[in-house]
């Protein structure tokens, strides 16, 4: 077992829904275990500000079902510095603690692991992104939220879609991965999906949504990752547009609501499962490593390969997606 007896987490990054379950679970685990836990305020920042405060089980009540963060979270240009992490690192030793928790994307993880090899400090990771793109976990907290966010309202938009005939760009986050864009897209009954990953040109598209004129498809939904390389909603449906002036094209970006609300039944269990075993990872020793979830079993991936290495799209419900579109 390891010496650690003073734990703190933080939230950095992005904000995901699920991630107060995971704070909750991180805290109520170290207090079980007759650990001391402290949470840091605004990620990496704070902990060169020194805005750490202990945490009780109490301050973790009511939490569960909230979007968001209580830690809050922030960028820090600071950190990116040698003087800064310094500071962070003796606030920490102010404090005493010896172990870290970091919930959040590729940049948290990289933060975490440059920390961890220039002071020596215990670091694990959780996955906190809407965007599940993380190497080493078939889900990411907060991903399963923003995807039924984002089906709920195309759902709605699809009514009004059909009431008037239209074709309808809806653009969802997913600057670099298409994980939202697919399960949207699969889930939602779209016509056609825009992937980062996946080249699909305007005329390909065009074809597409003729054919389905031809069958007498009174109205489509097409799906646009942010990121994909034919630029966002509103460039693509002028493109549409263009080559096809009898199309009623609509266009609708989602946004950040895909960030907010109150997290599913499932990432209030992912989480909850993943702030336990990150407790008790450091518990164990362990140290540089980010917490996953494959096939249903808790999974631990070094911080590099979760860095580097690229998740792909699962290939299948690519070419299922394209066959069901029809």
């Known amino acids: 077992m390891s010496s650690v007896k003073r734990i703190a987490v933080l939230t950095s990054g992005g904000d995901a829904p699920g991630m107060n379950a995971a704070i909750r679970a991180v805290v109520r685990t170290c207090v079980y275990h007759d650990l001391h836990v402290y949470g840091v305020i605004r990620g990496f920042d ?78 694990v990771g959780m996955p906190g ?27 709605k938009i699809r009514d009004t879609a059909d009431s008037h005939n239209r074709i309808f760009f809806i653009e969802v986050m ?86 907010g609300g109150s997290p599913s039944a499932m990432d209030r269990v992912l989480a909850s499962r993943m702030g336990h075993s990150a407790v008790q990872a450091l518990m164990r020793g362990e140290s540089g490593v980010a917490i996953g979830l494959i096939n249903d079993k808790i999974t631990f991936t070094p911080f590099h390969d979760a860095i580097h290495k690229r998740k792909t799209l699962n290939k299948e419900l690519v070419k299922m997606a394209e066959i069901l579109a029809m």
């Not at 968001?68 to 600071?78: F, M, Q």
């Not at 992104?129 to 759902?155: E, H, K, P, S």
């Not at 390389?229 to 460039?235: I, L, Q, R, S, W």
């Open 129 to 155: 992104t809407i965007d599940n793109d993380i190497f080493g976990t078939d889900y990411c907290i907060g991903f399963d939220t923003a995807i039924n966010t984002a089906v709920d309202a195309v759902d």
């Open 46 to 123: 704070g902990l060169i500000k020194g805005d750490i405060k202990r945490l009780e089980a109490r301050d973790v009540a009511n939490i569960i079902q909230r979007g968001g963060t209580i830690l809050k979270t922030a960028r820090s240009d600071s950190f990116e510095t040698k003087e800064g992490r310094q500071i962070a690192y003796e606030n920490l030793l102010a404090n005493d603690i010896d172990g870290l928790i970091v919930i959040g994307g590729n940049g948290t993880y990289a933060g975490g692991l440059q920390f961890m090899q220039e002071f020596n400090l215990p670091v």
């Open 174 to 259: 997913g600057r670099h991965s298409g994980f939202i864009a697919l399960h949207t897209g699969v889930s939602s009954g779209a016509g056609a999906i825009f992937l980062p990953e996946r080249e699909m040109s305007i005329e390909e598209l065009t074809d597409l949504l003729r054919k389905s004129a031809k069958r007498q498809k009174l109205f489509n939904l097409v799906i646009v990752a942010e990121g994909n390389k034919n630029g966002d909603a509103n460039e693509i449906a002028k493109q549409v547009k263009v080559l096809n002036p009898e199309f009623d094209v609509r266009v609708s970006v989602i946004g950040h609501l895909q960030r």
